[in-house]
């Protein structure tokens, strides 16, 4: 049966061969004519019969004089450009209208109007005021009675009687004030402070205020036509072009506007009589927007038109493209039934119902071979666990036979008996089943293959690894990084290598940057004394005006500088009697031994270095944190801190000799 596999994989590639030669491309249709009936038509045509493509496939010398005539009504002027520019040119010219008609307004009916009533309001308020100036010329003695300057006198004796309690302080003038004059102090008589009162009545009566008012009015009516702009013609040179005798009406409305404003200036000021007359320049122009809003009309009634010829050609230009290429396409045709002839044959060479046979045959086998390779690795992991779970055939589909993990005589589930650890080593142990049976050489990836296990599987797994990789590539994707370590020191008491670490940072923010060191917390003391030095001599290769990209390399090396006394305590110190993430205190002499070399010297020395560099990781007044320590200092921390941990080391090996301590 496998031979047979074999026959027809051959007679498949055979089969391959004679396809290959035939490579003609079906030719595309240019992207603008993919929508016309003709591309679509063509885009079927595997579907149709050969002589149905051949009777299709015609340009006649009708269709290339349509297509000569098609081509000459679609390339003149486009209709959409000229609405564009028509729209534009409405837009201006509304722009024009709108500054000749605030200019009209100024002089239409209902402002000469106005203009007409402020002024004679004017007159009417003035000849009351003049009626009352006359009244107090009697009791009057100076020039100017009555004007502003007098006005502004009479506000400031009232305030300096106000602020000097020479009035009851909301009166002027009051009893209290009429005793003296604000201004001489001198005593005043009857007649003094009679005209005194009749002074007060007259500011404040009705007919002043009004004056007032109706004076500000007439002012800003000056100032408004005082500030008309007429537009210059040279802005309005489009308007000449589209409106008969323009320049000379708009040069008349110009000197109209300009006598008309003077005249209302002047009746501002003096009075009299008032003729507005202002030739109307506003009809003419509207006139033309109604003849742009027609053209617009007429050119998109072309534009749809053009578009219905636009159709047309592109079905032509279809046409002509596959008569052009008519042998091409038919080449191609005569391929592809070839080839799909071909194919069906093929598809009967399939040898999945061979291959399910053989399965058949073989799942008994197959089923023993897996369980003993998996019973073999949880027997690493677990014997006791090993010998109460089976993997057990369940059904065949399509030549694969499938299989599930129970427990020996028990009908529960795994899931409901056994912890997420129990099932973790068990879905780990059929994995690893997978990929040795037969002594296969698989290349194995794990990606953090201690997620909820304790330490003793932690310990369990990072041996079968190691084991594992003596024959094969084992790759290894962690966050973990005491399982990093673990990998780390696990290769190299068993291989006495170093293992290749690539990890993945990040540097100035920018995340993913491949780097073949490991992580610092997954450091030993000696590759922590080396990054330190190489932070430094980075340090030493910036430029001095850099001083930002100094001080971090610095804060840098003083914060690693501290965890690295923080390891030192573990490793150098306890010798290991007790790590962070182990799950056992490792009670031998050899690692005892490091607590009865250990000296007061010692302590004090990692003391004095640790009260140095833990400064960094608090907060605290500048009086109460000593200076940080500078490249030169560390530099020579460094140094001293190598040369400790050289001689406690070989104090501590001098000892286990003497005593025969291993």
């Known amino acids: 049966m496998e031979k047979l596999i074999s026959t027809l994989g051959s007679i498949s590639q055979i089969f391959s061969l004679l396809v290959a030669p035939h490579n003609i491309q079906k030719p595309i249709v240019a992207s603008d004519l993919q929508q016309t009936n003709t591309a679509q038509w063509y885009g079927n045509i595997e579907n149709l019969q050969r002589s149905n493509i051949e009777s299709y496939i015609q340009f006649t010398q009708v269709n290339i004089d349509r297509k000569l005539e098609l081509t000459n009504l679609t390339t003149a002027q486009n209709p959409q450009q000229t609405i564009t520019n028509l729209q534009s040119q409405k837009i201006r010219i509304n722009s024009y209208i709108q500054q000749i008609v605030q200019i009209e307004l100024l002089f239409n009916e209902q402002n000469r109007n106005e203009i007409i009533a402020n002024r004679r309001n004017y007159e009417s308020v003035n000849q009351a005021y003049q009626i009352a100036t006359r009244d107090l010329n009697s009791i009057n003695t100076l020039e100017g009675f009555g004007t502003n300057h007098w006005r502004t006198l009479w506000e400031s004796a009232q305030n300096f009687a106000h602020s000097s309690n020479l009035s009851d302080g909301q ?65 309005l040179t489009e308007l000449e072009q589209l409106i008969p005798n323009f320049r ?55 534009l749809q038109n053009r578009n219905t010829l636009v159709s047309e050609l592109n079905e032509l230009k279809a046409k002509e493209f596959l008569f052009n290429n008519k042998t091409i396409i038919l080449q191609y045709f005569d391929e592809y039934k070839f080839k799909s002839w071909i194919g069906h044959c093929q598809s009967q060479l399939v040898t999945n119902g061979i291959s399910r046979k053989i399965g058949e045959l073989m799942e008994n086998q197959a089923v023993n071979l897996q369980h003993q390779e ?72 794990f990606d953090d293959p201690v997620t909820s296990l304790d330490m003793d599987y932690r310990e369990l797994i990072a041996n079968k690894i190691i084991e594992l990789s003596q024959n094969r590539q084992i790759v290894v994707f962690t966050h973990d990084l005491s399982f990093l370590r673990l990998l780390i020191d696990t290769h190299k008491l068993i291989t006495l290598t170093e293992c290749s670490i690539i990890g993945i940072d990040k540097y100035n923010g920018i995340s993913g940057i491949i780097t073949d060191e490991i992580p610092y917390l997954a450091k030993n003391v000696q590759e922590r004394v080396n990054s330190i030095r190489r932070i430094l001599s980075e340090h030493d290769a910036l430029t001095l005006t850099d001083a930002h990209g100094r001080e971090t390399k610095l804060d840098s090396a003083r914060k690693r500088f501290r965890m690295l006394l923080e390891r030192s305590v573990e490793e150098v110190l306890s010798n290991k009697t007790y790590e962070r993430f182990s799950k056992n205190i490792h009670l031998k002499k050899g690692n005892l031994s490091s607590y009865i070399v250990t000296e007061k010297s010692d302590v004090d020395f990692l003391l004095n270095l640790f009260g140095r560099y833990s400064i960094t990781e608090h907060d605290g007044g500048t009086s109460t944190i000593p200076q940080l320590r500078s490249k030169s200092e560390i530099d020579q921390d460094i140094t001293d801190y190598t040369n400790w941990k050289n001689t406690f080391r070989t104090k501590q090996r001098t000892f286990q000799t003497a005593n025969a301590y291993s």
């Open 374 to 445: 998996f019973v073999s690795h949880l027997n690493f992991f677990n014997r006791d666990l090993a010998n109460k779970v089976l993997i057990s055939k369940t059904r065949t589909s399509q030549g694969n036979t499938f299989q599930k993990c129970s427990l020996n005589g028990i009908n529960d589930s795994i899931n409901s008996i056994l912890s997420e650890g129990e099932q973790k080593i068990i879905a780990l142990s059929n994995f690893l089943a997978e990929c040795t049976i037969d002594n296969r050489k698989n290349t194995i990836i």
């Open 248 to 302: 000379n009406n708009y040069i008349q409305f110009s000197n109209s506007v300009i006598t008309l404003r003077d005249s209302i200036i002047s009746f501002l000021i003096t009075g009299g009589e008032l003729n507005v007359n202002l030739l109307n320049l506003t009809t003419s122009i509207v006139s033309v927007i109604a003849n742009i809003d027609f053209q617009i009309l007429q050119n998109t009634q072309l």
């Open 171 to 235: 009166n002027f003038p009051s009893l209290d004030s009429l005793e003296k004059c604000v201004l001489c102090q001198q005593e005043l008589n009857e007649t003094a402070q009679q005209r005194l009162n009749t002074f007060s009545q007259f500011v404040l009566n009705d007919v002043s205020k009004q004056l007032n008012l109706i004076s500000t009015t007439i002012q800003q009516k000056q100032n408004l036509y005082n500030s008309i702009i007429i537009p210059p013609i040279e802005n």
